[in-house]
């Protein structure tokens, strides 16, 4: 079926497609570098399993939670909700050594990290009518596509520079800047009340 490009004129989806990607952008990384940290560390490379375990246990719980709790809270309160958790757990990674705090954190930040994707799909979807949902998604996964490939190379470069512990507080600011599309978002829908 053919694209229909007139999605790309609703605020609405261009908003949405925005705090989308900016999430992709800020997730897509986390998992490449982290092994890099705990190295960093000096944790024990058998304890990169443990982890990610805890991370992909905590992916499965965010899904199944955020995705109930959307509709209950509404999308953008809540993607901003997740975008400043994953920002301040960031913070708490790069910056507490104690292997205890890591593991909990694995279980937070796969948990929020994978949890806003439930949420953005439903901003995607109620900013366009349902006839220009295909187009929308397309969109959409292109645009997220695009973060996830680009994210890993600029993250790379910036460790490179800076060294792998700020990656992730650079990580965490770019899942800062996914949630003003929906803080903008928030303010429209009261000033319409």
Do not use: H
């Amino acid at each position: 079926s053919k694209l229909d490009a007139s999605v790309l004129r609703s605020r609405r989806f261009m908003l949405s497609n925005a705090a989308s990607l900016l999430d992709s952008f800020a997730n897509s990384s986390l998992f490449i570098f982290i092994p890099f940290l705990l190295e960093y560390r000096g944790i024990e490379a058998s304890f990169i399993g443990l982890f990610t375990s805890i991370f992909f246990i905590g992916n499965l719980l965010g899904k199944v939670v955020m995705g109930r709790m959307t509709d209950r809270i509404g999308q953008e309160r809540l993607l901003i909700c997740c975008e400043s958790c994953i920002f301040i757990s960031l913070l708490l990674l790069a910056f507490i050594p104690s292997a205890a705090i890591i593991s909990a954190l694995a279980l937070i930040l796969g948990f929020f990290t994978k949890g806003t994707v439930p949420i953005t799909s439903t901003m995607i979807a109620e900013a366009v009518d349902k006839e220009a949902f295909e187009s929308a998604y397309s969109i959409n996964s292109l645009s997220t596509s695009i973060a996830n490939t680009v994210a890993p190379l600029f993250f790379g470069i910036l460790a490179d520079i800076l060294g792998v512990l700020m990656i992730f507080p650079a990580c965490g600011a770019a899942a800062l800047l996914a949630a003003v599309p929906a803080a903008i978002m928030l303010r429209e829908k009261k000033m319409m009340k």
